[in-house]
């Protein structure tokens, strides 16, 4: 089985700065694209952050400029940096990845989600 494990939530000042983690460990062939979404109260799920296994990035133009996601495809994690915190980042934040499994010898993808860490950003 695979598993996403994410840490590194936790409250913070407005202006302040959290790193959020995730590794995905298990029987995992390949990973592809990784990315980082968030669920405030009463919304939906969206996409903050998404990075190929090449390294391209893209981001919600909500947190443009703040935020930095990376992924170290040696330890198959996947990180957000988050800076300039604002209440409205607040959610709990999910780590997403296409992980490919080997199936004797044909790999299947396969979509995993991490199961959320809570960031809250509150004076």
């Known amino acids: 089985q695979v598993q996403l494990v994410e840490s590194g939530g936790g409250l913070v000042q407005p202006g302040g700065s959290l790193r959020l983690s995730c590794v995905a460990s298990?029987?995992?062939?390949?990973?592809?694209?990784m990315g980082w979404y968030r669920q405030a109260p009463g919304k939906q799920r969206e996409l903050v952050a998404h990075?190929?296994?090449?390294?391209?990035?893209n981001y919600v133009d909500s947190v443009k400029g703040r935020f930095t996601i990376s992924r170290d495809n040696a330890k198959n994690t996947v990180n957000l940096q988050m800076n300039s915190l604002k209440p409205e980042d607040t959610a709990v934040y999910y780590c997403?990845?296409?992980?490919?499994?080997?199936?004797?010898?044909?790999?299947?993808?396969?979509?995993?989600w991490g199961q959320g860490t809570q960031v809250t950003v509150s004076s």
């Open positions: 298990g029987r995992i062939f390949s990973i592809g694209a």
């Open positions: 990075i190929t296994s090449g390294g391209n990035t």
């Open positions: 997403n990845a296409r992980i490919g499994r080997l199936s004797i010898d044909v790999v299947e993808e396969y979509e995993y």
